[in-house]
């Protein structure tokens, strides 16, 4: 049905007017209702949130990075201080014209084309709110040109700050480990703005990494009243900040940086530790990279350089490296043996190999040692001797007593790695491969060879607990001494026989006459070992075995050494591990150093007075020989800019690829070399434990 | 009531309105001077001193015969409509968007204001023209959607989303008032919401579309386009019940709040003055509207009727637009809140409003006010 058009009167229009006039003005009051409460909840409901909104566009707070704690020694020497760095920076936001300031900021600075080319890249990837390091460790005077040239350099922020220090360089490397700017990870993990925080630096690796709570300390800071255009209206009070806590060694920083420069070129370990209560005095890794200058972030080339060396300054040898303990367990084997009831006096004809089922087992000395007792055995490092006792006892009785002594045993230190190696025996085998125990089995590892794996520091922890007789645990942080060590469960005369047939090794006619000590009425007592990496074939042992100095520096054999002293009155043990030294030179070779690092620690000047005679044949002091290195390496791979960029975020040196590789592999070899035929079996790697 | 101490012009005025409107602009004048770090420069003197020029303007205006403005409502239509062509024009000589007309001595008119003003007299005009009978009828309709729609395009070519909006809404009030079937608004209300995602994203320039976009959602762009929405609320927020007290406001004395003294005044206010300021601001402006719909109600010609009832509703569409943007239920579209915010033009065009407003008043008046 069609709707007719109704007829509109004015009378009507005036009616409809009036009414939707109404109908309007009920709108108006409506809509007026809905503002109010609109504005109602926004004033009331999220007051609030707006005001906390409002205050925090109002006060501007940059943070203060708070002063990291120090890291002492146990005579409360700095080993990783604080020193005022006067540093600029670029706010890669705030930047205007980059060329020109880059350009202006190179004159004032005196900067290097390179590093010029380096900030340039940097600010390329860099994202917004991070500020690029222009430099660091600039003089009053660069530093007061810049500040006062600021309103031409927009984006430029000149600031004082601190900046980690370690005076000993490369020597505490992998034991402080190292500081560096936080990863956009760890910033979006935690949100915490410290963490973006220009000039703020956590621990990356070794004790700066695990006792960052306790460093780190809390961060000020400066309160101000500014605009929207960061205008500066007020200045609030100012909220210090609270320096983290000092954290107290048990190191001694003298004899850390003596220990590193008496390594030598070596690529090589050693711990020593106190004897009266596990307390640990070194603990040195060398060659090892400047936290100094890792601390400021280092360049792409210098970190390859460091990936490339053969002698892995990047891996903490102290307890990542695991190495095949060698002859360093006989006097542990003897210790064990005669808990066994094999008494001292027991001889073992020695001829120089020992015929067990198909395979021959050869003594290091080829015409054998004749008829060889227990201290003999030791003091000459007679192979067969140890291979004929332990087929008669079984390996299964020698397992608990190297436990005992700290082998394959997990210390509580706060280091993030840890690799704690193996000890085996039948039970081991039949889990790890599901094998049963051979006799060759134990033939191996009863010269520290074939399965058994540990590192420098439970080689050293071994020395301790056989010196001191009591089962010391190793610690390095002061607050935290395990004072009241246990007896171990063996027989003072027994000690005391494992004891002396170590003194016969230096003072007897053994093998380590040249770790005699020079002090007078103090001797030292030790064991020496060498580890094999690689198979000795029957065709080479007929031909004459080669000698270290004609093989290649990667298959030349490990030296190892354990050692306490005074003989009279143990009060320190060392463990000292060379990697390939081969015995090649004699005052780089573990005796001499051995002997050294114990004499620092009775006659130091006698120590010191050792180290300036032979230090200057190896291309002097540690520093003068790695700025040596970094040049020769610099000259033959001459950087290309784009590789010439900071590498703030480098994987930490103990978790780097490289570095577990070249671990895994040296352990992998280790554990497969045996010269006996059931050593074919898959490596034992031995067991790594990761702390977090 | 009135005594011969009075003349009888000056006792005639509407007082009750004129005080009304004076307070709302004081308030006005209080903000600005804490806008400006509490100065009377840059912005209350001279807003104060341009009240006081367009309140006499107004009282002028409330002289005027109805007849002259009904006559006259065609031709100032036809004049702001070339002089918005003019300003097209010249925008495209200048290279570039262009609002204003230089009249010289140093008085730019901006011809899209006053349209807001023009439109409700012609469409009035033009239904008071419309015999009652065709009232229903497609002719009641098209000549009006033609007199809308030509500023409505030229404005929104300037580009000016908001004034192109409220020339629309002040003329379809009319339409409405004159009595256009409902079902048109309603089928107009569909089709504008069928048609609103096509033209935000056909005809709107990026500024505009952008600022809608970001209406929805301010958090998206926090330091961008939504920036002026997220600081004004933070603003009106933070003030609470109470404000935070007269020259106290740190969102507009820190800058944070960007337009403060102009658009976003109300939000400078309530910062300072809290929920109380600005529910009494609100009322204030319903109360000056009813007065408006009012004096609609009392007049006797139809023109009078529909000029009154849709002078008050563009009053009404400045404060609802203004608010709704500053409190973030609308996109920002720049229209400055009438009598509040710094600036002349819409002081002007709502003074103007006023002084028609009371003309009207006083020629359908049965008995004096006081």
């Given amino acids: 049905m069609k709707r007719q058009p109704k007829i509109v009167t004015p009378a009507m229009q005036s009616y409809s007017f009036s009414r939707r006039a109404w109908l309007l003005g009920a709108g108006t009051v409506g809509v007026g209702t809905l503002l109010g409460a609109r504005m109602a909840w926004l004033s009331v409901a999220q007051n609030e949130r707006y005001s906390l909104l409002a205050e925090s566009n109002r006060v501007n707070a940059t943070l203060i990075p708070p002063r990291r704690g120090w890291i002492v020694d146990r005579h409360g020497a700095p080993i990783a201080s604080n020193r005022t760095d006067f540093r600029v920076d670029i706010i ?20 290097p084309a390179e590093e010029l080319e380096r900030v340039r890249v940097d600010l390329d990837r860099a994202a917004g709110f991070q500020p690029v390091q222009v430099a660091e460790n600039l003089d009053w005077e660069r530093f007061a040109a810049v500040s ?23 020597a505490v490397a992998h034991l402080t480990g190292y500081v560096g700017a936080p990863t956009a990870e760890q910033f979006k993990a935690t949100r915490d703005p410290l963490l973006v925080t220009p000039g703020f630096k956590l621990g990356k690796d070794g004790l700066e990494k695990t006792l960052e709570q306790r460093l780190r300390g809390q961060a000020g800071a400066k309160r101000v009243e500014v605009t929207a255009r960061g205008k500066l209206v007020a200045e609030l009070a100012t909220r210090p900040d609270v320096p983290g806590r000092t954290a107290r060694l048990t190191i001694d920083a003298g004899l850390q940086e003596y220990a590193a420069r008496r390594l030598g070129t070596n690529s090589g370990s050693a711990v020593v530790i106190d004897c009266r209560t596990g307390e640990l005095l070194c603990m040195v890794s060398m060659p090892a990279y400047d936290p100094n200058s890792f601390s400021d972030g280092i360049s792409h080339w210098e970190w390859q350089m460091l990936s490339d060396d053969d002698h892995v300054p990047l891996m903490n040898k102290v307890t990542q490296g695991l190495y095949p303990p060698g002859s360093t367990v006989k006097p542990m084997n003897t210790l064990a043996l005669m808990a066994a009831g094999v008494s001292p006096t027991d001889r073992v004809q020695c001829s120089g190999a020992l015929r067990v089922g198909t395979g021959v087992f050869h003594c290091h000395k080829r015409g054998g040692h004749g008829p060889v007792d227990m201290k003999t055995a030791v003091a000459q490092s007679c192979d067969i001797y140890f291979y004929e006792m332990i087929r008669r006892m079984g390996y299964d009785r020698i397992a608990p007593v190297a436990r005992e002594l700290g082998l394959g045993q997990k210390f509580e230190l706060p280091f993030s790695t840890q690799r704690f190696g193996t000890v085996p025996d039948s039970a081991w085998k039949a889990r790890k491969y599901k094998d049963r125990w051979t006799v ?155 002997r050294d690092i114990m004499t620092w620690l009775l006659d130091r000047d006698r120590a010191i007075a050792s180290l300036a005679e032979v230090e200057p044949t190896w291309g002097g002091d540690i520093a003068t020989r790695m700025a040596a290195e970094a040049a020769v390496y610099r000259a033959a791979h001459a950087p290309a800019p784009a590789a010439a960029a900071t590498k703030t975020d480098a994987t930490v040196p103990s978790d780097a690829p490289a570095v577990e590789q070249a671990t895994a592999a040296a352990n992998q070899t280790q554990a497969a070399l045996a010269e006996a035929p059931p050593a074919d079996t898959p490596a034992g790697q031995g067991t790594t434990e990761r702390t977090p | 009531m009135t005594t011969r101490l009075i003349p009888e012009p000056l006792a005639q005025l509407p007082w009750r309105i004129l005080l009304l409107v004076a307070a709302i602009n004081g308030f006005g004048l209080l903000m600005l001077y804490s806008a400006a770090g509490g100065s009377m420069m840059p912005w209350a003197l001279p807003q104060g001193i341009r009240f006081c020029v367009f309140l006499t303007g107004a009282i002028i205006v409330s002289r005027v015969p109805e007849d002259w403005l009904r006559h006259g409502a065609m031709p100032a239509y036809a004049v702001l409509l070339l002089m918005l062509i003019g300003v097209e024009l010249l925008g495209h000589v200048s290279g570039g968007s262009q609002r204003w007309l230089n009249l010289g001595f140093g008085f730019r008119l901006q011809p899209s204001e006053l349209m807001k003003l023009a439109i409700v007299l012609a469409v009035a005009r033009f239904y008071e023209m419309l015999p009652s009978g065709e009232t229903r009828t497609f002719g009641a309709v098209w000549p009006a959607a033609v007199l809308i729609g030509l500023p409505a395009a030229f404005v929104m070519l300037q580009p000016d989303l908001g004034t192109a909006l409220m020339i629309c809404a002040g ?35 990026d500024y505009q579309r952008n600022r809608i976009l970001i209406f929805l959602d301010p958090e998206s762009d926090p330091l961008g386009t939504g920036y002026h929405i997220s600081q004004s609320k933070i603003a009106i927020g933070s003030g609470g019940i109470w404000g935070k007290g007269f020259l106290n406001g740190t969102q507009s004395h820190l800058d944070y709040l960007p337009e ?27 109360l000056v509207i009813r007065w408006g719909i009012d004096v609609g109600q009392r007049a006797n010609s139809r023109f009078a009727k529909l ?53 009207i008043d006083r020629q359908n008046r049965r008995r004096p006010q006081w």
């Fill in chain 1, 92 to 111: 890669p936001d705030r930047l205007a014209d980059k060329d020109r300031v880059l350009k202006l900021l190179g004159e004032i600075l005196r900067l």
């Fill in chain 1, 148 to 170: 006062v040239r600021l309103p031409e350099l927009p984006g430029v922020q000149p600031t004082r700050g601190f900046a980690r220090h370690y005076p000993a360089g490369a």
């Fill in chain 1, 440 to 594: 060759a089995d134990g033939l191996n590892a009863s010269i520290g060879q074939g399965y058994v794996l540990a590192n420098p520091l439970q080689l050293a922890v071994m020395a301790a607990r056989i010196a001191s007789g009591r089962a010391l645990q190793p610690s390095i942080l002061a607050d935290r001494v395990h004072r009241d060590a246990p007896d171990l469960p063996f027989q003072p005369e027994q000690l005391d026989h494992v004891r002396e047939s170590m003194w016969a090794v230096v003072n007897g006619g053994g093998t380590g006459a040249a770790a005699r000590l020079l002090v007078p009425g103090m001797s030292i007592a030790a064991k020496t070992g060498t580890a094999q990496v690689r198979r000795i074939t029957m065709a080479e042992r007929r031909g004459g075995v080669l000698k270290n100095g004609q093989l290649p520096f990667k298959l030349r054999d490990h030296a190892l050494f354990v050692c306490f002293a005074p003989y009279e009155n143990p009060r320190y043990a060392a463990g000292i591990v060379l990697e390939h030294n081969g015995h090649t030179v004699r005052n780089l070779d573990t005796p001499m150093i051995g």
């Fill in chain 2, 171 to 205: 003329g379809a009030t009319v339409m409405f008032l004159a009595g256009v079937p409902l079902r048109l608004f309603i089928g107009g209300a569909l089709g504008l919401a069928v048609a609103a995602p096509l033209a935000v994203n056909f005809l709107l320039h």
């Fill in chain 2, 260 to 286: 403060g003294h102009t658009d976003f005044a109300f939000a400078t206010m309530a910062e300072e003055w809290g929920l109380v300021g600005g529910v009494l601001l609100i009322a204030a402006f319903l």
């Fill in chain 2, 307 to 359: 000029t009154a009832a849709g002078l008050s509703m563009t009053i009404f569409f400045y404060v609802a637009i203004n608010l709704s943007m500053v409190m973030g239920l609308a996109p920002v579209v720049g229209i400055p809140l009438p009598l509040f915010s710094n600036g002349g033009s819409a002081q002007m065009t709502v003074l103007l409003c006023l002084g028609i407003l009371m003309a």
